[in-house]
């Protein structure tokens, strides 16, 4: 099923800068077969629900397993029945 989606993932207490964590997480999107657009509180994602999901999860485990102690993250997710959701159709 196809999806657009929001993410923003917050690494607390790793100091004042988040920047090294941040590009790490557009890194991880980007080895996946999504249509990416960042933003400056997150990134717009475009592609399959399941790959989106399973991402989310990929970039916890590893930013956890290189160092990160606690990450939030909000996911907004659409999916539709009547038509294939796109970030290029939810521009105004």
Do not use: C, W
Not at 29 to 50: K, P, R, V, W, Y
Request: glycine share 6%.
């Amino acid at each position: 099923m196809k999806a657009t989606a929001e993410l923003q993932v917050i690494p607390i207490g790793n100091g004042v800068s988040v920047r090294k964590e941040v590009t790490r997480i557009v890194e991880l999107l980007q080895d996946h077969d999504f249509t990416l657009e960042t933003h400056a509180s997150g990134t717009n994602i475009e592609g399959e629900l399941s790959a989106i999901l399973a991402a989310v999860e990929h970039i916890h485990t590893t930013l956890h397993a290189e160092g990160s102690v606690r990450l939030v993250s909000y996911l907004k997710l659409e999916t539709r029945t009547d038509k294939t959701p796109t970030l290029a159709g939810k521009r105004l």
